[in-house]
Nanobody, 114 residues
């Protein structure tokens, strides 16, 4: 399974960005797909994940501002990030789990200026 991330960039506080993650190489919709992030000097943390059955898990720090959605037919997951804050600045990593092992995509940088 390979994960291809897109999106990210620089935005002012209060703005919006969208991240997308495409999972390829899986014979069926990957069980879980989502995003983690890692800010400088901090450990990697879960942002949002969605299972193939539609169960969504969103971190408390972004709940109400970030929306996770998934297209099983395309094996993609989209993270719509609204009302961004400077503390959302981090390297965001696409994540996948097929019930056997975890997969990581390349990081994409999100920078929120104050």
């Amino acid at each position: 399974v390979q994960l291809q991330a897109s999106g990210g960039g620089l935005v002012q506080a209060g703005g919006s960005l969208r991240l997308s993650c495409l999972a390829s190489g899986s014979p069926s919709p990957i069980y879980k797909i989502g995003w983690y992030r890692q800010a400088p000097g901090k450990t990697r943390e879960m942002v949002a994940t969605v299972t193939s059955g539609g169960t969504t898990n969103v971190a408390e720090a972004v709940e109400g501002r970030f929306t996770a959605s998934r297209d099983n037919a395309r094996n993609t997951m989209t993270l719509q990030m609204n009302s961004l804050k400077p503390e959302d600045t981090a390297l965001y990593y696409c994540y996948g789990f097929d019930r056997r092992q975890k997969y990581w995509g390349q990081g994409t940088l999100v920078t929120v200026s104050s």
